[in-house]
Antibody, heavy 121, light 107 residues
Framework: EVELLESGGGLVQPGESLRLSCVAS????????MSWVRQTPGKGLQWVSG????????YYADSVKGRFTISRDNSKNTIFLQMNNLRAEDAAIYYC??????????????WGQGTLVTVSS | DVQMTQSPSTLSASVGDRVTIACRAS??????LAWYQQKPGKAPKLLIY???TLQTGVPSRFSGSGSGTEFTLTISSLQPDDFATYYC?????????FGRGTKVGVK
């Protein structure tokens, strides 16, 4: 059974940093791209960032480019999202999602339970 | 980015009703469209991909159709477990985008 477990969310002030993690199990981790998708009541679901199976290619939404960095450790079946210079509009539930291919653009067939990021002074 | 527009945003229906949800893309996305179901406090769940292929385990009362810019999700006979919010998502480009959702509630 596929399982994705996010952690690292919390309350931070604007301008601060946070690092999210997602541990995966139940599939051949290094053969699939992975993504972070966030959700807010105001903007709905928004793809944030993705990374290829090897970790060699990474992709970002324009709204986070230059502030967020996605990475993965295939030896630990884990992906990360380093979020710097956080803004109020980054507040959301962040989901880790499994892509359905190695490197490219796909739909998401598995999702974690989400981790809440709150940005407020 | 490709903009995805869903309609209606909410609908009220009864068990046994046929329900149709529309999704429009701002440009041609061929058949690169998926549908998800989300219940309160839970993550989205994949229902359909490539416009009309049912994910394993999804009941056959769900179906999808369309191509290009116009797509629909149909629930042939609404069941109690189907009251939820439904989202479309395009994957024709790396910047995957979602519709704003359609909440299916009890009439």
């Amino acid at each position: 059974e596929v399982e994705l477990l996010e952690s690292g969310g919390g309350l931070v002030q604007p301008g601060e940093s946070l690092r999210l993690s997602c541990v995966a199990s139940g599939f051949s981790f290094n053969t699939y791209a992975m993504s972070w998708v966030r959700q807010t009541p105001g903007k709905g679901l928004q793809w944030v960032s993705g990374i290829s199976g090897s970790g060699g290619n990474s992709y970002y939404a324009d709204s986070v480019k230059g502030r967020f960095t996605i990475s993965r450790d295939n030896s630990k079946n884990t992906i990360f999202l380093q979020m710097n210079n956080l803004r109020a509009e980054d507040a959301a539930i962040y989901y880790c999602a499994k892509d359905t291919g190695y490197d490219g653009y796909y739909y998401f067939d598995q999702w974690g339970q989400g981790t809440l990021v709150t940005v407020s002074s | 980015d490709v903009q995805m527009t869903q309609s209606p945003s909410t609908l009220s229906a009864s068990v046994g009703d046929r329900v149709t949800i529309a999704c429009r893309a701002s440009r041609n996305i061929s058949r690169w469209l998926a549908w998800y179901q989300q219940k309160p406090g839970k993550a989205p769940k994949l229902l359909i991909y490539t416009t009309s292929t049912l994910q394993t385990g999804v009941p056959s009362r769900f179906s999808g159709s369309g191509s290009g810019t116009e797509f629909t999700l149909t629930i042939s006979s609404l069941q109690p477990d189907d009251f939820a919010t439904y989202y479309c998502q395009q994957y024709s480009s790396y910047s995957r985008t979602f519709g704003r959702g359609t909440k299916v509630g009890v009439k």
